[in-house]
Nanobody, 126 residues
Framework: QVQLVESGGGLVQAGGSLRLSCAAS????????MGWFRQAPGKEREFVAA????????SSADSVKGRFTISRDNAKNTVYLQMNSLKPEDTAVYYC???????????????????WGQGTQVTVSS
């Protein structure tokens, strides 16, 4: 089992920044690629960004490219999502997830991820 706990969400004005953190415990963190997903009210959960086991590969959704950056610190068992230039359409519950996969591989589909956190709310006001 892998336990994931997100933090860092909140209310921010458009154009502002937030950094989300996701702390993992229970298994060897570097055995897992990590992803961030989000779900807005009335919408399906969507991919935001993902990073490979040791951080050599990453991917992000077109909607956040150039604004959001995913990173990880395997010594701290933590993955981060730095969100800049936030827009009202970024408002959602943000989830981190863990995917036991090969090195350098990142998956964009939520079906690849075995473990999920409970989410943290991000609200961007206009």
């Amino acid at each position: 089992q892998v336990q994931l706990v997100e933090s860092g969400g909140g209310l921010v004005q458009a154009g502002g920044s937030l950094r989300l953190s996701c702390a993992a415990s229970g298994r060897t963190f570097s055995d897992y690629a990590m992803g961030w997903f989000r779900q807005a009210p009335g919408k399906e959960r969507e991919f935001v960004a993902a990073i490979s086991r040791i951080g050599g590969s990453s991917s992000s959704a077109d909607s956040v490219k150039g604004r959001f950056t995913i990173s990880r610190d395997n010594a701290k068992n933590t993955v981060y999502l730095q969100m800049n230039s936030l827009k009202p359409e970024d408002t959602a519950v943000y989830y981190c997830a863990a995917d036991r996969t090969a090195q350098r591989v990142v998956h964009l589909s939520s079906r690849s991820y075995e473990y999920w956190g409970q989410g943290t709310q991000v609200t961007v006001s206009s």
